[in-house]
């Protein structure tokens, strides 16, 4: 099957396939309705569809018709019967909440929405219109749902949805004694009113699996009521994908799909969890298999679009360059790159180069060797890394981690000088080992915090940078205690609370750093790794309670940020007089006010720095030296506008300092390495100071751009090979350029100087 259409967000009613319905704990569910439920939840399938059928063809009731409909696949004709439902009952929030629990089942959650809020308007406190907006805002790990759900139980704590919901969240959030304390009362429930148990079964299974429980008791009552429910493997291996462990999902989601092969859901997501193991041929045949059955899942069809698009991409083979080895003599399985056809050869050698030497630091740092290539693939369009990650458009992310596997942006997937790319690789890549070394059981804070720390002290960019609003939610005191900190990443409860759950996470990396050195880190790591939690894990691993941790920690960031923080209102007082200064013309006052903020806001090269006006007021004052001190500055401290960094490189090379110039416009190529002018630029400086192997790189990279002058490309490379002594290489590219452009004299001379 191949998809030849751009990525899509949502489906409409109207096929014939079958959805899964789940289970329906309504009050009002009509008895007849009931007595076929009863067969199908059992597995019963030949007398479950004559029940059904025998209701289609029998009930008055239009609500019947449609639930026995929606049962037996007829989606369309389910959507029909609602409609007249809700049309002969205006004023009932029965019928609409219903059919928007069918929209919910082809993902269409701002139909199901509305019809929930419209049930709500005619009745305020109809349960079931309150547990379809909770399952959307839990879906979406929204906290709303929270208070959705304390709404209902506080109103009526036998509602068995509600502890059931609040069972899934708590495992999402790994509470498990308050998932198991929901599950309790939901089951107690279940009995007595003799409602279906098997979604408390399979979120059992769940706890147990989590608590590293392989063979539940949960799992064999599940199957001896119903031997064809695939969701008590299903259910579990979506609580191991929240947690990353991505292969033991796998292992359960053939088991769902073994004894329920038209589990749609459960072949979707072991093909999308397949492709996470870079098995593409066995994720595309099990997303074929959800698509027939399942039409309307855009992260289904999106991502068989995606294994589509694969035959634009190159896939490279790479070994670890010894070049690259340190003390340990690494010896890495290799590394797999899938690059797109017009980028590949301008990012093989970029890419090649960061993975080899993010694999010896983390080797070294954290005495981990992996065990697998890693494979690292690059998309030049956004929403193609999007769906790769999640299956739909739209996500915020940069990069992300399966395992051995990293996707992320390529340089094009976002405007220019949007983000360091270099910069995300050498994070996703800390990933690799945090999540390898411990089998994927680190926490997420801990995997973020260490991958955010390496970023400032290891990575291609050094220098800590604090976004604003970080800073604001610092002063705020927003920063969680580091037990819960893993909530801010699944269950943000403010604007922006995601971001700073990644820069406080980079923090307590640093605390740690600094306080027990890296072997406090790989303490860490290893009692993630042997099954411990984050209570655990610093309590034998640091020495101190995790309330002593956070009191320390606390101390950490008022040494760091105290004063920073005292001058935050200034700060921006200055930032804005700048600002007004740079638009009146007055360098000056430019000068003053930012030099001011600087000092105020030290390291901050985030969006709103002034470090660029600062430098332009100095260079329109004829002070080129003060200029360039402050532009280096900034770049020091991680600022990387591509822009600015080709002006500072130029000022640097005309003031006789090729060297550093060199260095910073090699670092341009981690932000806008798809610029012809930046290779052609850094290729001559690097030659011109005798750099002849960095240079070749630059020209060979020049050429796979396919640029407008390829004599001259050809030309460059010759030159090259001239000062590397490679007379055959040297002759080789000179021909080429002649064979270009005939006329061309210093191709002509340099080739009659070396057949001399």
Not at 596 to 609: D, H, K, S, W
Not at 697 to 704: G, P
């Amino acid at each position: 099957m191949r998809f030849r259409f751009t990525v899509i967000c949502l489906w409409v009613i109207g096929s014939q396939q079958a959805a899964a319905q789940g289970f329906d704990y309504s009050a009002d569910r009509e008895p007849a309705l009931r007595v076929c439920d009863q067969y199908f939840y059992r597995g019963e399938k030949l007398d479950a569809d004559r029940c059904y059928l025998g209701l289609l063809a029998n009930s008055d009731d239009a609500v019947v018709r449609a639930e026995a409909a929606w049962r037996e696949g007829d989606l369309t004709a389910a959507n029909a019967y609602f409609r007249t439902a809700v049309e002969l009952a205006p004023e009932s929030p029965r019928a609409r909440t219903r059919w928007g629990r069918l929209f919910l089942t082809t993902h269409q959650n701002s139909e199901a929405i509305k019809l929930f809020q419209e049930a709500l308007e005619l009745d305020g406190e109809y349960i079931p219109a309150k547990m379809g907006l909770a399952s959307v805002a839990a879906g979406r790990f929204e906290d709303r749902a929270r208070a959705l759900v304390g709404e209902v139980l506080e109103a009526d704590s036998s509602q068995i949805e509600a502890q059931l919901l609040l069972a899934r969240m708590s495992l999402e959030d790994g509470a498990l004694v308050r998932a198991e304390e929901a599950l309790t009362a939901g089951l107690q429930v279940a009995e007595e009113y003799d409602l279906p148990p098997l979604e408390v079964y399979a979120l059992s299974a769940s706890v147990d699996l989590l608590k590293g429980i392989t063979e539940s008791a949960w799992t064999e009552r599940a199957l001896a009521y119903n031997p064809g429910f695939g969701e008590i493997y299903a259910t579990p291996a979506h609580f191991y994908v929240i947690t990353r462990r991505y292969r033991e999902a796998i292992e359960l989601l053939f088991k769902a799909v073994h004894i329920q092969p038209d589990l749609w859901s459960a072949h979707a997501e072991l093909g999308v969890n397949l492709l996470r193991e870079n098995r593409v041929e066995e994720a595309q045949e099990h997303l074929s298999l959800a698509y027939q059955g399942d039409p309307y899942s855009a992260q289904i069809v999106n991502t068989l679009r995606l294994i589509d698009s694969f035959d634009n991409f190159q896939v490279l083979n790479r070994d670890l360059s010894p070049s690259n080895r340190g003390s340990m003599n690494v010896e890495s399985p290799g590394i797999i790159l899938r690059l797109h056809n017009d980028e590949a050869g301008v990012l093989d050698p970029y890419v090649t180069e960061l993975v080899s030497d993010s694999i010896q630091t983390f080797s070294e740092n954290y005495q981990f060797e992996l065990q697998e290539p890693v494979v690292a693939e690059l998309y030049p369009e956004h929403d193609d890394f999007a769906v790769r990650t999640s299956g739909l458009p739209g996500i915020g992310l940069l990069g992300v981690t399966f395992g051995y596997l990293v996707a992320m942006d390529s340089p094009s997937g976002r405007g220019s000088g949007e983000f360091h790319w270099g910069t995300t690789l050498w994070h996703e890549m800390a990933h690799v080992f945090t999540l390898e070394a411990t089998d994927h059981l680190v926490p997420r804070w801990f995997s973020e915090g260490v991958s955010v720390f390496e970023e400032w002290s290891t990575g291609p960019r050094p220098g800590r940078h604090l976004p604003m609003h970080v800073l604001e939610a610092m002063k705020d005191d927003k920063f969680l205690p580091v037990a819960e900190l893993d909530s801010g990443f699944i269950r943000p409860t403010y604007q922006g609370q995601i971001m700073v759950s990644y820069m406080q996470a980079g923090l307590i990396c640093q605390h740690i750093e600094q306080k027990w050195g890296r072997r406090g880190l790989v303490a860490l790591l290893q009692l993630y790794k042997d099954g411990s939690d984050t209570v655990e894990a610093i309590e034998q691993g640091l020495g101190v309670s995790p309330e002593e941790f956070d009191r320390d920690f606390n101390e950490f960031l008022e040494s760091e940020f105290q004063v920073t923080l005292d001058g935050l209102d200034e700060w921006k007082q200055q930032t804005e007089a700048a600002y007004e200064a740079l638009n009146e013309g007055d360098w000056e006052s430019v000068i003053g006010a930012s030099t001011t903020a600087m000092e105020l806001n030290p390291g901050y090269v985030e969006e709103g720095n002034v470090h660029i006006m600062n430098a332009k007021a100095h260079d329109e004052l004829d002070q080129r030296e003060a200029a360039i001190g402050t532009l280096q500055e900034y770049w020091q401290l991680g600022g990387f506008e591509p822009g600015v960094l080709h002006q500072l490189a130029d000022w640097l090379y005309d003031a006789g300092r090729s060297e550093d110039a060199i260095a910073v416009l090699n670092d341009v190529i981690f932000v806008a390495p798809l610029d012809e002018s930046l290779h052609t630029k850094l290729g001559d400086w690097l030659l011109g100071n005798e750099l002849a192997a960095p240079a070749l790189r630059e020209y060979q990279v020049l050429l796979a751009m396919d640029p407008y002058d390829k004599a001259a490309a050809h030309y460059r490379l010759a030159t090259a090979y001239v000062q590397l002594e490679d007379e055959a290489k040297t002759r080789e590219h000179l021909l080429y350029a002649l064979e270009t452009a005939p006329h061309y004299r210093e191709a002509q001379q340099l080739l009659l100087e070396i057949l001399r």
